[in-house]
């Protein structure tokens, strides 16, 4: 009998323990620097995005800037254990960039990248495309 209640203890304490390891895990993922982002928007392609965004992150907020080539502005969005829900603000900086909103919904992987879809309010609506985000170190 006190054989089965060690048996039931160290069972619990097992599920407890590596329930909670793994759900800190997914909400502990970090955000927070400097990411290099590119991707394509419509299939067949009609535009891309290649903006370098530094973010803060407190709790399951982020908070930045983006600069693309063409554009910049403020970024903001919610963390979801590994995955990003975030919007860019841009404005032109140059004669081929345009004023947008862009929605980058993506899930950090096992390698370090950020991949997922995103839009842009100066896009086609509907139109939707791929990308991918790189710490730069």
Request: net charge positive; proline share 3%; glycine share 16%.
């Amino acid at each position: 009998m006190k054989l089965l209640i060690r048996l039931c203890l160290v069972s619990l304490f097992a599920v407890i323990t590596f329930g909670f390891t793994g759900s800190y895990a997914a909400a502990g993922a970090n955000f927070a620097g400097t990411w290099s982002v590119s991707g394509t928007l419509g299939d067949p392609v009609i535009g891309t995005i290649s903006p370098v965004c530094t973010l803060k992150q407190e709790g399951a907020e982020v908070h930045g800037t983006c600069k693309g080539p063409n554009g910049f502005g403020t970024a903001q969005g919610a963390v979801d254990g590994a995955k990003i829900l975030l919007t860019w603000k841009h404005a032109a900086t140059t004669a081929n960039g345009v004023d947008g909103i862009a929605t980058l919904k993506g899930t950090l992987g096992s390698d370090g990248f950020i991949r997922g879809t995103w839009t842009d309010s100066a896009g086609p609506a509907g139109a939707w495309g791929k990308f991918t985000a790189q710490k730069v170190k």
